[in-house]
Each structure stands twice: as C-alpha cells, then as structure tokens.
Nanobody, 113 residues
Framework: QVQLVESGGGLVQAGGSLRLSCAYS????????MTWYRQAPGKQRELVAE???????NYVDSVKGRFTISRDNAKKMVYLQMNSLKPEDTAVYYC???????WGQGTQVTVSS
C-alpha cells in the first residue's frame, strides 16, 4: 500500500521560491519513476516533472530552467524546488510514482502577481 504526503506549498509573490516535499510510504520507492503533477483551477492535471530511479529528469517546457526535481531514496522523499515562480504556476501540486494510480492530498501553491 502506497501513501503519499505532499507538503511545502504556500503563498508567494511572483519571482519567489518554494520547495515542495513528498513523503512516500510503502515498498519499492527506489525502483519507481517519481513524478510531480499540478492542477490549476478549471484545468486538467498536468505532468510537471519526473525523475527516474537513476536520477534522470524531465520537465514540462513551461518550468524548464526554473524547477528542479530531486529524490532521496534512503529517506523515500521526492522534492520539487521551484524558483522564479509565476502566477500561472498557481495550482495544487501532487507527487506520485508512475506505477501507482492513486493520489495524495496535494499541496496548494499560490503565486501572487
């Protein structure tokens, strides 16, 4: 059974930074590709970033150069460092392994202009 707990969201001004954390409970963390998704009001959930078990990363074009995904396999944690935040980054952010169909509660990120 996988449990995911996201944290670190908040209200920040445009240009600011936040670091999101995701705590993973369950087995096989180190084997999973881990992802961060986000869902803005009235929009579909979109994949923001992913990191393979070896540390290779991919990002949606809109966050490239601003966001960095990382993982700590020993602690079963995934992080999303978000810099140069923009109002359009406002969303609820979720983490999940690609092998898992469920979602955590997410963490709200609000960027004011």
């Amino acid at each position: 059974q996988v449990q995911l707990v996201e944290s670190g969201g908040g209200l920040v001004q445009a240009g600011g930074s936040l670091r999101l954390s995701c705590a993973y409970s369950g087995s096989f963390f180190s084997l999973n590709v881990m992802t961060w998704y986000r869902q803005a009001p009235g929009k579909q959930r979109e994949l923001v970033a992913e990191i393979t078990r070896s540390g290779s990363t991919n990002y949606v074009d809109s966050v490239k150069g601003r966001f960095t995904i990382s993982r700590d396999n020993a602690k079963k944690m995934v992080y999303l460092q978000m810099n140069s935040l923009k109002p359009e980054d406002t969303a609820v952010y979720y983490c999940k392994p690609t092998s898992y169909q469920g979602w955590g509660q997410g963490t709200q990120v609000t960027v004011s202009s």
